[in-house]
C-alpha cells in the first residue's frame, strides 16, 4: 500500500513531537537537580555562618563542599541552558513539519478534487459522444 506523503510527514511529526516531550523531560531532570543544589547550598552556608561549635569546627570542610557545589551549578546551568535550546530546536522542527504535512494534505486533497472533476467530465464527453 502506497502511502501518501502526508501520511509519511504525520509519522514524522509524532516522532518529532517524541523526541520534543523527551528533551522537555530532560529539561524537567536538570531544573530538579539545580533546585536540589541550591537547597544543599542553602544548608551548606546557614552551616558555616551557624555559632554552633560543632559546624565551626568543620568550616573548611564546609567551605570545600560550598565550592564544590558552586560548580556543580554552574554546570546544571550550561546544561539546562543547552536543554532549553534543544526543545526549542526540536519544538521548531515539529511545528515546521506539521505545516508541511498541512500543506502536503491540502496539495493531496486538491488532487483529488481535480481527479474527481476530470472524471466527471470524461464521463459526461462519453455520454454525450454516446448520444449522437
Sequence with gaps: MA??????????????????????????NTTRQRQEVAETMDVVV????????VHRS?????SGQYSRLQQQEQMLSNVQQMHEMRVVRE?????????RMKEAR????REAADDSIYDL???YIAYKSGND
Design 3 to 28: 502511502q501518501s506523503r502526508s501520511d509519511k510527514l504525520k509519522r514524522l511529526v509524532t516522532v518529532q513531537r517524541h523526541l520534543e516531550k523527551m528533551a522537555e523531560i530532560d529539561l524537567a
Design 46 to 53: 546557614e552551616a558555616i555562618n551557624s555559632l554552633d561549635p
Design 58 to 62: 568543620f568550616s573548611y570542610h564546609y
Design 91 to 99: 519544538r521548531t522542527k515539529g511545528d515546521r513539519m506539521e505545516d
Design 106 to 109: 491540502s496539495a493531496e486533497e
Design 121 to 123: 467530465i470524461d464521463q
